[in-house]
């Protein structure tokens, strides 16, 4: 079956620029989980939500990052006057509960020149 | 705070066995997970302990002491398809009860 899919793949961004980027959850998940992974480091949590409802922002870096799931399936993260600090992955992951296994998707390449 | 330590680097030779250690200090604990992930790729459920003891799933295997904070991965019968980065993963319940926090994962090398 499906996975968690991201679009796109990668993303080169010159500083200032808006970016969106998408998350596919797997079909039924009702859980799903932003990330941002730097280079040689393990994810960090940026935000959560619970069908359409964000549960928790708490990790999001500052008020340039935004994310919505307004049907309760695919997410999108925006990053607004995007700076060379936000070059990382973007992972999005999805679970069936809050409390189950999340499952990963292949992220978000962004680099900002 | 919220800590989870794990070595940077492991190297190892195939057939052989690798233990990869984690600790963790975090304000709650409800799960440690532990993640495979290639580069560039999404990281892969590996294992998950809530209880202490040994959980066994073929060629890997975990455990956990919430006692002492500890975990560890052990990987049996290394081939070289194993060479990755390991990550340690606590859920907090006291941080959105659901998120992960991540250790920064070990990279393990298998040479031949």
């Known amino acids: 079956g499906a996975g968690v899919s991201q679009s796109p793949r990668y993303k080169v961004a010159k500083r200032g620029q808006d970016v969106a980027l998408r998350c596919d959850p797997i079909s039924g998940h009702v859980s799903l989980f932003w990330y941002q992974q730097a280079l040689g480091q393990g994810p960090e949590f940026l935000t959560y939500f619970q069908n359409e409802a964000q549960l928790d922002k708490s990790g999001l870096p500052s008020d340039r990052f935004f994310a919505e799931r307004p049907e309760g399936s695919v997410s999108t993260l925006k990053i607004q006057r995007t700076q060379q600090e936000d070059s990382a992955v973007y992972l999005c992951a999805s679970s069936p509960a809050p409390s189950n296994e999340q499952f990963f998707g292949p992220g978000t390449r962004l680099t900002v020149l | 705070g919220q800590n989870i330590d794990q070595p940077t680097e492991m190297t190892a030779t195939e057939g052989a066995i690798v233990q990869i250690n984690c600790t963790y200090q975090t304000s709650g604990f409800n799960g440690l997970f532990w993640y495979q992930q290639h580069a560039g790729e999404a990281p892969t459920f590996l294992s998950y302990?809530?209880?202490?003891g040994l959980e066994e799933k073929g060629r890997f295997s975990s455990f956990l002491s919430r006692s002492k904070g500890y975990s560890y991965l052990l990987l049996k019968e290394l081939q070289m398809k194993d060479s990755a980065s390991y990550l340690c993963?606590?859920?907090?319940?006291?941080?959105?009860?659901?998120?992960?926090?991540f250790g920064k994962g070990t990279t393990l090398s298998v040479s031949s």
């Open positions: 302990n809530v209880l202490d």
């Open positions: 993963a606590v859920r907090d319940q006291d941080q959105a009860g659901t998120a992960l926090i």
